[in-house]
Nanobody
């Protein structure tokens, strides 16, 4: 079973940037995703990237500000977050790969494995 480890979270001022990384212990031949969660709310989809063609998907709330990418040789997925807002504060989770045959990249129950999460805090 592939294990995922996130890194790169931290405290940043509003308008600033952070880059999260998700390192996999093995090859992740499938779509990988990022989700986030704040206390008292459900985990929500942020972004996903396919393995074969690099197609990307984003939640409307982050479109134009966040960029997901992957380095298949390094088994690592990145989330570049720019123009951060207070409402981006959350624990960010890496997930993947998507179950074979699934196209529901926005649904958390479609992913095989999850990381432990990394806290992102945006201050005013």
């Amino acid at each position: 079973q592939v294990q995922l480890v996130e890194s790169g979270g931290g405290l940043v001022q509003g308008g600033g940037s952070l880059r999260l990384a998700c390192a996999a212990s093995g090859r992740t031949l499938g779509t990988m995703g990022w989700f986030r969660q704040v206390p008292g709310k459900e985990r929500e989809f942020v972004a996903a990237i396919s393995w074969n063609n690099g197609r990307t998907y984003y939640a409307d709330s982050v479109k134009g500000r966040f960029t997901i990418s992957r380095d298949n040789a390094e088994n690592t997925v990145y989330l570049q977050m720019n123009s951060l807002k207070l409402e981006d504060t959350a624990v960010y989770y890496c997930a993947g790969p998507l179950y074979s045959g699934s196209s529901y990249y926005w649904k958390q129950d479609q992913y095989r494995t999850w990381g432990q999460g990394t806290q992102v805090t945006v201050s005013s």
